[in-house]
């Protein structure tokens, strides 16, 4: 068998995060029980999607790079959230969407992705990208029973308004430096809009990735279940 990559566990890698994230002063002071336990919650979540990256192999070019995005982006949730950029985190948040929708198209064409790349005029829009992830064979038989992609497309429309202020209640109104800071309730909303898009991604990543999936190690596919509701581990367990 190869030889595993070294990740850390989760508890270990929290802990080094936040000893990080004290000695550059984004969490300092006594931060609550209740806070602690959020940031927990929200890295096991960004965890699990960085995790992909470091085990999914043979990707083609035109899939792996999403991949790789995809854990960036999950990378600098914490810190941002923490920090009191509630628009930058419902941005990324996004993003992940983005990118999960991007690997799912790209990894399928790779003569559109080498035209993205040679060609400015050319352009898939969101749009597209949805209705393919909508249609792919891969998930016509799970979707009847968690209908993760239908979830993505809702949270999507759900972050473009508050990235964008379509509503009153999106629009920060910030007027001073001091004024950006971070406020608990604010800060666990996003935590529960995070864990539901890790949710969906996870799950579509192990549907389409079916095969290498249940390959991984059993510590590393408790760390992706983890992030899904009892139904969607149902329908994966039900898979063909």
Same mark, same amino acid.
């Given at each position: 068998?190869?030889?595993?990559?070294?990740?850390?566990?989760?508890?270990?890698?929290?802990?080094?995060?936040?000893?990080?994230? &004290?000695?550059?002063?984004?969490?300092?002071?006594?931060?609550? %029980?209740? =806070?602690?336990? $959020? %940031?927990?919650?929200?890295?096991?979540?960004?965890? $699990?999607?960085?995790?992909?990256?470091?085990?999914?192999?043979?990707?083609?070019?035109?899939?792996?790079?999403? #991949?790789?995005?995809? %854990?960036?982006?999950?990378?600098?949730?914490?810190?941002?959230?923490?920090?009191?950029?509630?628009?930058?985190?419902?941005?990324?948040?996004?993003?992940?969407?983005?990118?999960?929708?991007?690997?799912?198209?790209? %990894?399928?064409?790779?003569?559109?992705? +080498? &035209?993205?790349?040679?060609?400015?005029?050319?352009?898939?829009?969101?749009?597209? =990208?949805?209705?393919?992830?909508?249609?792919?064979?891969?998930?016509?038989?799970?979707?009847?029973?968690?209908?993760?992609?239908?979830? =993505?497309?809702?949270?999507?429309?759900?972050?473009?308004?508050?990235?964008?202020?379509?509503?009153?209640?999106?629009?920060?109104?910030? #007027?001073?430096?001091?004024?950006?800071?971070?406020?608990?309730?604010?800060?666990?909303?996003?935590?529960?809009?995070? +864990?539901?898009?890790?949710?969906?991604?996870?799950?579509?990543?192990?549907?389409?990735?079916?095969?290498?999936?249940?390959?991984?190690?059993?510590?590393? &596919?408790?760390? #992706?279940?983890?992030?899904?509701?009892?139904?969607?581990?149902?329908?994966?367990?039900? =898979?063909?």
């Amino acid at each position: 068998m190869a030889k595993r990559p070294t990740v850390s566990s989760i508890s270990q890698d929290f802990d080094a995060v936040v000893d990080f994230f &004290r000695s550059v002063r984004i969490l300092s002071g006594n931060p609550t %029980a209740s =806070l602690i336990a $959020s %940031a927990r919650r929200l890295h096991k979540a960004t965890y $699990s999607l960085v995790l992909w990256r470091f085990r999914l192999k043979g990707l083609n070019v035109c899939g792996k790079v999403f #991949i790789q995005e995809l %854990a960036s982006d999950a990378l600098q949730i914490l810190p941002q959230a923490l920090m009191g950029y509630s628009k930058s985190t419902k941005l990324l948040n996004r993003s992940l969407i983005e990118n999960l929708l991007r690997h799912l198209y790209f %990894a399928d064409h790779p003569v559109e992705f +080498q &035209r993205m790349h040679g060609d400015k005029r050319f352009y898939i829009p969101v749009s597209a =990208l949805k209705e393919y992830a909508l249609t792919h064979p891969a998930f016509w038989e799970t979707e009847r029973k968690f209908d993760a992609v239908n979830k =993505l497309i809702g949270l999507y429309s759900e972050l473009s308004a508050g990235v964008h202020g379509s509503r009153v209640h999106d629009l920060e109104m910030r #007027i001073a430096l001091k004024k950006i800071s971070l406020k608990e309730n604010t800060f666990n909303s996003q935590v529960k809009l995070v +864990q539901q898009t890790v949710e969906s991604i996870n799950f579509l990543l192990a549907v389409y990735h079916n095969a290498q999936f249940r390959k991984l190690f059993l510590e590393d &596919r408790r760390v #992706i279940l983890r992030t899904m509701v009892p139904k969607a581990r149902q329908a994966l367990m039900e =898979l063909n």
